[in-house]
């Protein structure tokens, strides 16, 4: 199977352009035979995981093929508020994630340059490809704390407008790795607009805005948050939890768990505990939090996304 993909991506000129609302462009045309290989192996992976929580792993592989990405975090950037959809490290580590945080903390992602030109070109243009030169960033906060405590020496910035929101890639390197070389740009740059559509599609089903009269009103939605988001409590602290959340008694909740009142007290107590709580309320902002970042939760239509690739900025 790779040789004839492989074959199908390096055939004719209509099998090496894509046609993405009107425009035509070049499709994977920049990649070496061996990264095309790859690339034949890990895609087919990387789109059954849309949806799916491995989605931004296998983007991070495909990522690594193309360009020797170390780390890679997905946002959507609404008016007023940025969000992490997905962040992976390729040596499973949860760097990339834990830079995301420092990035949010204080609003930091407000005074970045890389995107605040990447704000300013989709302005009048439907994508920005921007470069940090983060060596020279005069932001000593984003410089030494949000890429230097994670050894990052250099970022692309990739971006698209998604109806009236923005989604962006940022794909990092470490200084170890070294700085991404032409051959690496030209290299994302050929399966952005692919990459894109897939994105698009993603956060259509993982990031649409919560619905809470679901969040609230359907118990298996309760639970199933729970025991992907907070697998660290035990089966019955959970059970207990998503009935108080869903608004059961302690007599409805004994009465269904076959378990007495005096259990189902000890229960909430030991997960107040657990969580650092000590209402429900807190309880319920906590569920809430969880249920908003899950990405297994409702699903919306897809807006369109332009792509039509353009040459590289550099941002400080």
Sequence with gaps: ???????????????????????????????????????????????????????????LTLLNDTC?????????????????????????????????GVYLKEGLWRRDPTL??????????DEAFVRTDIAHLTDDVLRDIVYGQSDISDRLLICSRWGDDIVGLSVLRSSHAGPFTTSDINGVQSIAGTIFALLAKHISITWDGPNVSVALTSLEEIESCIAACASSLPRR?????????Y???SVGISLELSISEETVMTYRKRTYHRLDIATQREL????????????????????????????????R
């Excluded at 209509?14 to 920049?30: D, N, Y």
């Excluded at 008016?79 to 995301?100: C, K, P, Y």
């Excluded at 249920?291 to 690739?309: C, G, I, N, V």
């Design 68 to 100: 020797g990405a170390e780390h890679a975090t997905v946002f959507h950037l609404t008016a007023d508020n940025l969000i992490e959809v997905t962040a992976a490290s390729m040596d499973g580590s949860d760097t990339a994630h834990r830079q995301v």
């Design 284 to 315: 319920l902002l906590w569920y809430l939090d969880l249920w908003s970042h899950w990405q297994d939760r409702a699903t919306r239509e897809p807006a369109q996304l332009p792509w039509k690739p353009e040459k590289i900025t550099s941002a």
């Design 116 to 125: 605040t030109e990447a704000k300013l070109r989709l302005t009048s243009e």
């Design 237 to 245: 602290e959970a059970e207990v939890c998503s009935r108080i959340i």
């Design 247 to 249: 608004g059961m008694s």
């Design 1 to 59: 199977m790779p040789r004839a993909l492989v074959s199908l991506l390096r055939g004719t000129n209509w099998q090496k352009s894509a046609w993405l609302h009107g425009e035509t462009m070049p499709f994977w045309t920049a990649l070496p035979e061996s990264a095309l290989h790859k690339l034949a192996a890990n895609f087919p992976a990387l789109i059954m995981s849309i949806g799916q929580k491995q989605f931004g792993v296998r983007l």
